[in-house]
């Protein structure tokens, strides 16, 4: 098993630049979610699913719009990049939202935005 | 509002000394309660979690925590640290059974001196 991937691992964007992180888990998980981690402020929620067809928003949820086609994949899409969302993000995926589930997480992608 | 804190942004300790890292939560139930690692560039990995019954929680690599309700508190133990525990490490939050949603708080760096 792969676990979680993501692509690509570093990107930069001009203000403006739209891009796709790309997020995929091979485990048969129905939860998934993105956060993002900036310094000082750990990781908050950007946007989750609870299975194909069913995405909700999380603590900062704006500028990002996500979509889950299938089970497997989770992107996440920045319409008008802006040098706010200079971040690392990461994916993580489990196999159901219940308070005591572990998350996995993939390796992250590192985001600049100039 | 629930929310995580991890009063300590920096911890240095020497290889073989005892650490303790702290973790405040509020939530008004029973919370779920989690330690995540997370290397130089890589994602987080789960060191132990604590849902119900026993409040002294062993986890991977040697780590322990313990859930005080009192307190409001789920601190991280090593009683011996090794030089490859120079990390980061995250307390998060699952604010009860059946949500999707995770609060993590700020994060510990941790140093280690040889």
């Known amino acids: 098993n792969a676990g979680v991937t993501q692509t690509p691992k570093f990107q930069v964007l001009k203000t403006g630049q739209s891009m796709t992180l790309q997020c995929a888990q091979d485990?048969?998980?129905?939860?998934m979610s993105w956060y993002r981690q900036d310094p000082g402020m750990g990781l908050r929620l950007i946007h989750y699913?609870?299975?194909?067809?069913?995405?909700d928003q999380g603590e900062v949820p704006n500028g990002y719009n996500v979509s889950r086609s299938t089970t497997e994949d989770f992107p996440l899409r920045l319409l008008s990049a802006a040098p706010s969302q200079t971040s690392v993000y990461f994916c993580?995926?489990?196999?159901?939202?219940?308070?005591?589930?572990?998350?996995?997480f993939g390796p992250g992608t590192r985001l600049t935005v100039l | 509002a629930q929310s995580v804190t991890q009063p300590d942004i920096h911890i240095t300790v020497s290889e073989g000394a005892s650490l303790e890292l702290r973790c405040n939560y509020s939530y008004g139930a029973t919370p779920y309660l989690f330690w995540y690692v997370q290397s130089p560039g890589q994602g987080l990995q789960l060191l132990l979690k604590?849902?119900?019954?026993?409040?002294l929680v062993q986890g991977i690599k040697g780590f322990e925590a313990e859930f005080k309700r009192s307190q409001s508190s789920f601190n991280l133990r090593k009683p011996s640290v090794h030089w490859s525990d120079a990390a980061e490490y995250f307390c998060a939050v699952a604010q009860g059974s059946g949500t999707y949603k995770y609060i993590f708080g700020t994060g510990t760096r941790l140093k280690v001196l040889a």
């Open positions: 993580a995926s489990s196999y159901g939202g219940a308070g005591g589930v572990e998350q996995f």
């Open positions: 604590y849902f119900s019954g026993d409040t």
């Open positions: 485990m048969n998980h129905e939860y």
């Open positions: 699913s609870v299975g194909a067809g069913i995405t």
